[in-house]
């Protein structure tokens, strides 16, 4: 393979690399959900929901309510404390929604409802960047392995093809941070 094809691959992987991290970042779940006929929750947190870890409703001992969290100190967090100690955290969102949530689960807790459930949605618009990283991988990919230009024009229609190919990198980039500023 000649040595300008390799050079050509060298952005591929970082493209590919990068619709693989938002993939499974965009899978992270915390779920915890509680039935009092059954007398039991279930708490999953990790890469795809992770593994389920199930406790009786008499198991949880407190459930508090962390402030100053974040980068400006404007986040909480609800923690529920267990009969081993182990605390689990969740709700993590701007302080009157932590408080808020503190306040359902402190009530489902202290006995009223039959059941709760607190949980976060994957992440879709992190599928749909990785969607675009992964199509500008390929499109690295082949354009890698295509026959070479030979004339002038050819070469330039490549030239533009990675240009817009570059753009729409770019693009898919700042919307990507943009929705990410919106949404944390």
Known sequence: MPATRLKSLIPAFPALAAAIILFLVGTYR???TCDRAANSCTWRDGLFG???TTFPISDVREVKYEGGRGK???DGQVLIVL???KEESFGKADDDVA????????????GTGASYHWGTS?????FVAAAGMLLASLSLFVTAFRKPPT???SRKQRNNEIAVLAMGIVTLTVISTIITACVT
Not at 99 to 110: L, P, S, V, W
């Open 30 to 32: 915390t779920d915890l």
């Open 50 to 52: 992770g593994d389920p």
């Open 72 to 74: 400006h100190g404007g």
């Open 83 to 85: 009969a081993n100690g």
């Open 99 to 110: 408080k808020a949530t503190t306040e359902e689960a402190r009530a489902f807790f202290a």
């Open 122 to 126: 994957p992440r879709t618009w992190m």
């Open 151 to 153: 004339t002038e024009a």
